[in-house]
């Protein structure tokens, strides 16, 4: 069984910066993609940013060059670093990492980029 437990949201002021981590733990044999979603309230789950072991990284065109994810394989953890923060930017984040065939979600954490 494998767990993801996220942290790292809160509130900031538009254009501060947040790091959101995903930690992984449970028998974790090969992570083949990871990546990050988000829901703003009202909206559907929009995919923020995906990446998969031996092809590129995809960011979503609201988020490129502000958003950068990256994995700590020791630390088994995803992170999302956000700059350049935006009001538009407020919603739950969602890390996933995919194992094997398997899809794993985060619970989710709050982002809010308000004033």
């Known amino acids: 069984q494998v767990q993801l437990v996220e942290s790292g949201g809160g509130v900031v002021q538009p254009g501060g910066s947040l790091r959101l981590s995903c930690a992984a733990s449970?028998?974790?044999?090969?992570?083949?993609?990871m990546g990050w979603y988000r829901q703003a309230p009202g909206k559907q789950r929009e995919l923020v940013v995906s990446?998969?072991?031996?092809?590129?990284?995809n960011y979503a065109d609201s988020v490129k060059g502000r958003f950068t994810i990256s994995g700590d394989n020791g630390k088994k953890t995803v992170y999302l670093q956000m700059n350049s923060l935006k009001p538009e930017d407020t919603a739950v984040y969602y890390c996933?990492?995919?194992?094997?065939?398997?899809?794993?979600w985060g619970q989710g954490t709050q982002v809010t980029v308000s004033s």
């Open positions: 996933y990492v995919d194992i094997v065939t398997s899809r794993y």
């Open positions: 449970g028998t974790i044999f090969s992570i083949n993609g």
């Open positions: 990446s998969t072991r031996g092809r590129s990284t």
